[in-house]
Antibody, heavy 119, light 107 residues
């Protein structure tokens, strides 16, 4: 079965760091374009970051310089390292696959992991 | 950054009725790169439509997408109970952006 499973969320103080993981099954993370998308409580979806199959990475302006996307091919897992966390980073974080035949739409999503930044 | 504006914010309809959701872009979007998602409470988004008008696998044919340039539409021909949810449009220009969502609620 093709699926993504996130983990690593939790409660963290402002200024702290957290690493999210997204384990894939049924397909190879490193062969696909992979994204992180977040959703603040009661709000809409916000794109966060992208890693291309070739390794090039992109970030939303709101997280650039603080977040780092990466992957581990041996574990078929995507990561999001989040540093200098702020209250406004509080959200459910989803990893998603950019469907190779779906015009760059996101065809597979994880269930999400909640990150709460609060003192 | 391309801004997507969805309207209306909330659509109150009864099962069996037709729903028409709008998504307007601040600048022209290639049709290939316009998608629609459905999100039920507590769930991850689900891809409905890609390339502005192509249904994703397993999506019922009561869902249809249309439009080009800056104006796009998602139509649900006859609302089923499971269709009451929030719908987002998404474009993929320089970087992906989402609309703010339209909630389809039971009247």
């Amino acid at each position: 079965e093709v699926q993504l499973v996130e983990s690593g969320g939790g409660l963290i103080q402002p200024g702290g760091s957290l690493r999210l993981s997204c384990a894939a099954s049924g397909f190879t993370v490193s062969s696909n374009y992979m994204h992180w998308v977040r959703q603040a409580p009661g709000k809409g979806l916000e794109w966060v970051s992208l890693i291309y199959s070739g390794g090039t990475t992109y970030y939303a302006a709101s997280v650039k310089g603080r977040f780092t996307i990466s992957r581990d091919s041996s574990k078929n897992t995507l990561y999001l390292q989040m540093n200098s966390l702020r209250a406004e980073d509080t959200a459910v974080y989803y990893c998603a696959r950019e469907g190779p035949i779906y015009g760059r739409a996101f065809d597979i999503w994880g269930q999400g992991t909640m990150v709460t930044v609060s003192s | 950054e391309i801004v997507l504006t969805q309207s209306p914010g909330t659509l109150s309809l009864s099962p069996g009725e037709r729903a028409t959701l709008s998504c307007r872009a601040s600048q022209s979007v290639g049709s290939t790169y316009l998608a629609w998602y459905q999100q039920e409470p507590g769930q991850a988004p689900r891809l409905l439509i890609y390339g502005a008008s192509s249904r994703a696998p397993g999506i019922p044919d009561r869902f249809s997408g249309s439009g080009s340039g800056t104006d796009f539409t998602l139509t649900i021909s006859r609302l089923e109970p499971e269709d009451f949810a929030v719908y987002y449009c998404q474009q993929y220009g320089n970087s992906p952006t989402f609309g703010q969502g339209t909630k389809v609620e039971i009247k």
